[in-house]
């Protein structure tokens, strides 16, 4: 949840609620074990956060540089 309201609070976020990046959305909802009836389609978007290695920029942003 914490780089989720880190995304929203930088910007990230459309006024609608979409993620900007549709990679942030998946590998997010991914990490905390999320899943929606209806997106079975963003895991492969996951995948492809966690190939490229976005979880690890999203831990460093929103997780490491708050402690």
Do not use: C, S, W
Request: net charge negative; charged share 30%; glycine share 8%.
């Amino acid at each position: 949840m914490r780089i989720i309201y880190g995304l929203i609070a930088d910007g990230q976020v459309n006024p609608d609620g979409t993620f900007k990046n549709p990679l942030h959305m998946a590998v997010a909802l991914d990490m905390q074990d999320t899943r929606i009836l209806g997106m079975e389609g963003l895991e492969p978007l996951a995948k492809e956060a966690y190939d490229k290695k976005i979880d690890q920029d999203l831990i460093d942003t929103y997780i490491t540089k708050n402690r």
